[in-house]
């Protein structure tokens, strides 16, 4: 059962940071691309970054760059997303997600993440 817990949301003012964590079981960590994600009300969920398996290849939401950084602990088996300079259009629920094949490319196309966090609140107020 494979299981990602996320962790470090919260409420924050717009120029600030948070870190979210997302604690992974279930399965050998190391062998699986993963990805953070977000959801805001009343739009789609999209990927705002996604770490290869070794961490070596990252990719981000154009909105994104530059102010976040993905990055993954693999002795740990943790995923990291650091937020830097948040903004109020950040605000949402975030996600954290896993590659379902293992030693697969990591991608951006969402259907290749077959196992999901329950998600964290971030909330960046004005």
């Known amino acids: 059962q494979v299981q990602l817990v996320e962790s470090g949301g919260g409420l924050v003012q717009a120029g600030g940071s948070l870190r979210l964590s997302c604690q992974a079981s279930?399965?050998?960590?190391?062998?699986?691309?993963m990805g953070w994600f977000r959801q805001a009300p009343g739009k789609e969920r999209e990927l705002v970054a996604g770490?290869?398996?070794?961490?070596?290849?990252?990719l981000y939401a154009d909105s994104v760059k530059g102010r976040f950084t993905i990055s993954r602990d693999n002795a740990k088996n943790t995923v990291y997303l650091q937020m830097n300079s948040l903004k109020p259009e950040d605000t949402a629920v975030y996600y954290c997600?896993?590659?379902?094949?293992?030693?697969?490319?990591?991608?951006?196309?969402?259907?290749?993440?077959?196992?999901w966090g329950q998600g964290t609140q971030v909330t960046v107020s004005s």
């Open positions: 997600a896993s590659h379902t094949v293992s030693f697969a490319m990591l991608t951006p196309d969402e259907r290749a993440f077959g196992f």
């Open positions: 279930g399965r050998t960590f190391s062998t699986y691309a």
């Open positions: 770490i290869s398996r070794s961490g070596g290849g990252t």
